[in-house]
Structure formats: structure tokens, C-alpha cells
């Protein structure tokens, strides 16, 4: 040998080693981490970019795209720019692309998104007309379309009118469908929402748009950049009444549950990071294509820390993303979509 020890001296070495080693060692978990190769030929979870759905921001009547403040990278689309965006997504292979409007023709109960020729009838057919077979999500909800910000039309006591919000939805369904959304996906948390969505879209001859449904989604505090970018903070009260305690688990299995036995074709939980627990639970349970929505709040923690200089922000993206892999995730909802595509084509 090179170094002049002769190959029974090393054998001799390491028998000796062997009998002084005070542990049994048969197993030695650091095998399979020795080398890069072992590494790749290990990894129990892969993410790719058709795993990513990329949320968009369409601003209505704007002239030029606007920087969100609250969420660093993401912007405020026109409706002319977000053609370009769409088509970045596309040939960065995405999963998809969800839709937000930020409209300027609010009132009472968002009728703007039940007409055609309304920002969300606009901005799907803008977004189809100039991609080929990337999936358009439209959210269906009417935050973003209300003048007091919540997610339907106001009863007398102040609280959302379940019965009317999911007729109108259904209405909604149908424009976004007619508009060439791919999948929608209803986010109000009201009940009945998906087999009012259901009906309403067989009825009108759609009958093979899918639905994804923000099956258990909680009252969260992580949305609160989405509501600055969407224009959608509320004029008065929160959102308890309709979306979910997070102190809760086995109820968002209900929520599923139910979502799954009216139509529902996908689901969604919401937010992600934070619910980890509660994406396992539904994977392990249904086994049906979960999502999860790695929401404002969670994104812009990454991005704010990443500035601060105390973490590195491709890095921390690609561990927080495996992450939802890990949990059962089909797809991740996220803001960083194009970024990690980007990390995954060069990695
Ligand atoms: C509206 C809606 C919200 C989000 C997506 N759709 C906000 C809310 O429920 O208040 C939040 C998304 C995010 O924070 O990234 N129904």
C-alpha cells in the first residue's frame, strides 16, 4: 500500500479496533448518509415543480404591477402582466397557478365575481388564452369581492348568510368554468359550499370540473399579508364563525369528510406549516390528493428572516416545501413556486 502498511496490518488495525469498541455496532445509520450518492439513492421524498401551485395576485385596472410590502418577491399583478407570469409558470412546469382578484367594484355581497365580464370571468380567460396546459385554479370566494370584506353576503346579527353565500357560489363556480378554470376551488368554509358548487356546475354542462376544496381551513393568524395584498381586511369582527378553531383536529377529519361526500375531488388544508399534523392525518385516513396551503403569513416569516440574515432563504424554501412532501402533500400552494422550480432545474 502507498503509505506502506501492508493490507493484513490494516485488517489486523481494525479487528483490534472491532474488539476494543465498547458498543454493538451492527447497525450504523451513518452508512446510508457516507456519500451524496448514497444520499440521492436513500431520499424517501422527492418535490418537483408539477408539486407546486403558484397563488397570483390580479389587481383590477391597474397599470403597473405593484410590490406587495408585507410579502417581499410577490406582486400585485395587472391584468396585462399577469399573462407573462402565467406563462413563466408554465414552462417552469408548475403544478398550476391559483387566482386572486383585488377588485375595485365591491359591494354588499361581491356581485362583480357573479357576472360575466366581472375581474374573475376577465382574468381566467386573459390567464387560458395565453397558456396551453397549465392548470388554472380559480378560488372561489368573496372576500376579495365584498365591500365589508367578508366572505359572503352579512345577515342582520353581522354573521355570513351560509344558504345565500353557497348559492351564489355556485353561480361563481359556473363563471370561473365558463372562463376555462381548470379546477376551482371554494374557500369560504361554508357548509354545503361543495355540493352547491356540484350541482350548480353539472347543471351548466361542467360536469368534469374538478373541485378542490379548502376542506379544513382555519382561522388563522398567518393570513394576515393575503389580506393586504387582496385588498380583503375586514370592516368589522373575524372569521371564527366560519373557518376552523386550530386548536381542533379531529374536526378538520370531519370537515374533510364531508367535503369528500359532497363532490369534492381534492382537498386542501390550510395553513400548512403550523398543520402539519392535520395534512398527515388526512392523507393517512382518505388517501385522497391532498393539498396544502403554504399561506402569507408562513411565507413571509421565511423571506423577513432570510433578509434579517438569519437563515438562508433557497435553503430554508426547500426544507419547508419537503416538508409538506413529507406530511402526505400531493401539492404545496406556495409563494416561493417559481423560486424553488428555479432551485430544483439548477440543483
Ligand atoms: C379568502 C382567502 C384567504 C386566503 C386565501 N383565500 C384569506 C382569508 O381567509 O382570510 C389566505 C391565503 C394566504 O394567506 O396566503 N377566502
Given at each position: 500500500m502507498?503509505?506502506?502498511?501492508?493490507?493484513?496490518?490494516?485488517?489486523?488495525?481494525?479487528?483490534?479496533?472491532?474488539?476494543?469498541?465498547?458498543?454493538?455496532?451492527?447497525?450504523?445509520?451513518?452508512?446510508?448518509?457516507?456519500?451524496?450518492?448514497?444520499?440521492?439513492?436513500?431520499?424517501?421524498?422527492d418535490?418537483?415543480?408539477?408539486?407546486?401551485?403558484?397563488?397570483?395576485?390580479?389587481?383590477?385596472?391597474?397599470?403597473?404591477?405593484?410590490?406587495?410590502?408585507?410579502?417581499?418577491?410577490?406582486?400585485?399583478?395587472?391584468?396585462?402582466?399577469?399573462?407573462?407570469?402565467?406563462?413563466e409558470?408554465?414552462?417552469?412546469?408548475?403544478?398550476?397557478?391559483?387566482?386572486?382578484?383585488?377588485?375595485?367594484?365591491?359591494?354588499?355581497?361581491?356581485?362583480?365575481?357573479?357576472?360575466?365580464?366581472?375581474?374573475?370571468?376577465?382574468?381566467?380567460?386573459?390567464?387560458?388564452?395565453?397558456?396551453?396546459?397549465?392548470?388554472?385554479?380559480?378560488d372561489?370566494?368573496?372576500?376579495?369581492?365584498?365591500?365589508?370584506?367578508h366572505?359572503?353576503?352579512?345577515t342582520?346579527?353581522?354573521?355570513?348568510d351560509?344558504?345565500?353565500?353557497?348559492?351564489?357560489?355556485?353561480?361563481?363556480?359556473?363563471?370561473?368554468?365558463?372562463?376555462?378554470?381548470?379546477?376551482?376551488?371554494?374557500?369560504g368554509?361554508?357548509?354545503?359550499?361543495?355540493?352547491?358548487?356540484?350541482?350548480?356546475?353539472d347543471?351548466?354542462?361542467?360536469?368534469?370540473?374538478?373541485?378542490m376544496?379548502?376542506?379544513?381551513?382555519?382561522?388563522?393568524?398567518?393570513?394576515?399579508?393575503?389580506?393586504?395584498?387582496?385588498?380583503?381586511?375586514?370592516?368589522?369582527?373575524?372569521?371564527?364563525?366560519y373557518?376552523?378553531?386550530?386548536?381542533?383536529?379531529?374536526?378538520?377529519?370531519?370537515e374533510?369528510?364531508?367535503?369528500?361526500?359532497?363532490?369534492?375531488?381534492?382537498?386542501?388544508v390550510?395553513?400548512?406549516?403550523?398543520y402539519?399534523?392535520?395534512?398527515?392525518?388526512?392523507r393517512?385516513?382518505?388517501a385522497?390528493?391532498?393539498?396544502?396551503?403554504?399561506?402569507?403569513?408562513?411565507?413571509?416569516?421565511?423571506?423577513?428572516?432570510?433578509?434579517?440574515?438569519?437563515?438562508?432563504?433557497?435553503?430554508?424554501?426547500?426544507?419547508?416545501?419537503?416538508?409538506?412532501?413529507?406530511?402526505?402533500?400531493?401539492?404545496?400552494?406556495?409563494?416561493?413556486?417559481?423560486?424553488?422550480?428555479?432551485?430544483i432545474?439548477?440543483?
Amino acid at each position: 500500500m502507498a503509505d506502506g502498511k501492508t493490507l493484513d496490518n490494516v485488517i489486523q488495525a481494525k479487528q483490534m479496533g472491532r474488539a476494543n469498541m465498547k458498543h454493538d455496532m451492527t447497525t450504523r445509520m451513518r452508512r446510508g448518509r457516507s456519500s451524496q450518492g448514497i444520499r440521492n439513492l436513500l431520499r424517501e421524498n422527492d418535490l418537483l415543480p408539477n408539486h407546486l401551485i403558484l397563488p397570483l395576485f390580479v389587481e383590477e385596472n391597474a397599470t403597473e404591477r405593484q410590490p406587495i410590502a408585507s410579502i417581499p418577491g410577490v406582486y400585485r399583478e395587472t391584468e396585462d402582466s399577469i399573462v407573462q407570469i402565467a406563462k413563466e409558470a408554465e414552462e417552469a412546469g408548475l403544478g398550476g397557478i391559483m387566482l386572486f382578484g383585488v377588485s375595485h367594484n365591491k359591494d354588499h355581497s361581491g356581485s362583480d365575481s357573479l357576472k360575466k365580464g366581472g375581474l374573475l370571468d376577465r382574468m381566467i380567460s386573459r390567464v387560458k388564452d395565453a397558456t396551453s396546459d397549465l392548470p388554472v385554479i380559480a378560488d372561489l370566494c368573496f372576500c376579495e369581492y365584498t365591500d365589508h370584506g367578508h366572505c359572503g353576503p352579512l345577515t342582520e346579527t353581522g354573521t355570513v348568510d351560509n344558504d345565500i353565500t353557497i348559492e351564489n357560489i355556485a353561480k361563481q363556480a359556473v363563471i370561473a368554468a365558463d372562463a376555462g378554470a381548470d379546477i376551482v376551488a371554494p374557500s369560504g368554509m361554508m357548509d354545503g359550499q361543495v355540493s352547491a358548487i356540484r350541482s350548480g356546475l353539472d347543471e351548466a354542462g361542467f360536469e368534469m370540473t374538478p373541485i378542490m376544496a379548502y376542506a379544513a381551513k382555519y382561522a388563522s393568524h398567518f393570513y394576515g399579508p393575503f389580506r393586504d395584498a387582496a385588498g380583503c381586511s375586514l370592516q368589522k369582527g373575524d372569521r371564527k364563525t366560519y373557518q376552523m378553531d386550530y386548536a381542533n383536529g379531529d374536526e378538520a377529519l370531519r370537515e374533510v369528510a364531508l367535503d369528500i361526500e359532497e363532490g369534492a375531488d381534492m382537498v386542501m388544508v390550510k395553513p400548512g406549516m403550523p398543520y402539519l399534523d392535520i395534512i398527515w392525518r388526512v392523507r393517512e385516513t382518505f388517501a385522497m390528493p391532498t393539498f396544502a396551503y403554504n399561506v402569507s403569513g408562513e411565507f413571509a416569516m421565511l423571506k423577513f428572516a432570510a433578509e434579517a440574515g438569519c437563515l438562508d432563504y433557497n435553503n430554508a424554501l426547500m426544507e419547508m416545501l419537503m416538508s409538506f412532501r413529507r406530511a402526505g402533500a400531493q401539492g404545496i400552494l406556495t409563494y416561493g413556486a417559481l423560486d424553488a422550480a428555479k432551485i430544483i432545474k439548477n440543483s
